[in-house]
C-alpha cells in the first residue's frame, strides 16, 4: 500500500515550544518533502531531502531544521516555536530525479502555536 | 514575488456543467512541467493531470484536460460534466528542470463547489 503518513494529525503547542513533525513512507522513495500550507498562498517549501542525510532548503526554511536519518522518515522540527508557524504541514515524497507527477501527500499536519 | 497565480479564490459549478480553472505562471526555463492537484476536503493531495512545455497538445486525462497557451504562460484545467465529488480546492504546481523536476511552486488554488 503506497502511503505517506504524518504524525501528529493535530498539535497545539506554545510559543517557545520545541515541535516535531514526523513523516513516514512506504515506497523507499529517494526524495521527501515539507510544506507548509497557509489560506490564500498555497503550499510552500521548507525543506526538501534527496536521501538519507542529503537536505537542502526550499523557498521558507527560516525557522526550521529537518532530519532524514533513514530513506523511509523525514522530521520536521521546529526549535522554539513562533505564533507565526501555526499552519499545516504537508510531508511528501517522491521517485527520485523528478516525476512530480509521482509526488505523493501525507493528510497534513495541523499546528497550532499560542 | 507570486511565480504560480491562480486569480480566482473560489468558483462553482452545477452538476453536468463544463467548469474552467486558470492558472498563469513564471519561468524562464526552456523545460518545465505544469501539474494539477486536487485538495480534498480531509486535506489529502490527490494528483490530476500534468502538461510539459515540450507537449505539442493539451493533455488529457478521463474528465480533466488542460488548455495550454505556452507563450501566455497560461495553462487552464478543465472538468467536463462536473460532479458534487469534484467539489474541493485545485491547485497547479510549476516544476521546473533546474531542479530536476523535483521542486514544485504552487498557485494560491481555487476553492471549488459544484452543487446539484
Known amino acids: 500500500d503506497m502511503k505517506v503518513t504524518q504524525m501528529p494529525r493535530y498539535l497545539i503547542k506554545r510559543m517557545g515550544e520545541n515541535v516535531l513533525l514526523e513523516c513516514g513512507q512506504d515506497m523507499s522513495h529517494e526524495t521527501m518533502y515539507w510544506y507548509r500550507q497557509d489560506p490564500g498562498l498555497g503550499l510552500q517549501l521548507i525543506y526538501i531531502?534527496?536521501?538519507?542525510?542529503?537536505?537542502s532548503e526550499g523557498d521558507i526554511p527560516k525557522g526550521y531544521r529537518v532530519s532524514r536519518k533513514k530513506r523511509e522518515h523525514f522530521s520536521l522540527i521546529l526549535d522554539s516555536a513562533k505564533t507565526n508557524q501555526t499552519s499545516v504541514y504537508f510531508c511528501a515524497s517522491s521517485r527520485g530525479g523528478g516525476g512530480a507527477e509521482t509526488l505523493y501527500f501525507g493528510s497534513g499536519t495541523r499546528l497550532t502555536v499560542l | 514575488a507570486q511565480r504560480v497565480t491562480q486569480v480566482q479564490p473560489t468558483g462553482s459549478s452545477q452538476w453536468g456543467e463544463e467548469v474552467t480553472l486558470d492558472c498563469s505562471y513564471e519561468?524562464?526555463?526552456?523545460?518545465?512541467?505544469i501539474i494539477w492537484y486536487r485538495q480534498l476536503f480531509s486535506g489529502e493531495m490527490v494528483f490530476l493531470i500534468y502538461q510539459t512545455s515540450f507537449d505539442t497538445q493539451n493533455q488529457r486525462n478521463g474528465r480533466y484536460s488542460v488548455v495550454f497557451q505556452k507563450s501566455l504562460k497560461s495553462i487552464s484545467l478543465v472538468i467536463s460534466a462536473s460532479q458534487p465529488e469534484d467539489s474541493g480546492t485545485y491547485f497547479c504546481a510549476l516544476s521546473e528542470a533546474s531542479s530536476s523536476f523535483s521542486k514544485l511552486v504552487f498557485g494560491q488554488g481555487t476553492s471549488l463547489s459544484v452543487v446539484p
Open positions: 531531502s534527496y536521501d538519507v542525510d542529503s537536505n
Open positions: 519561468t524562464s526555463e526552456y523545460f518545465y512541467c
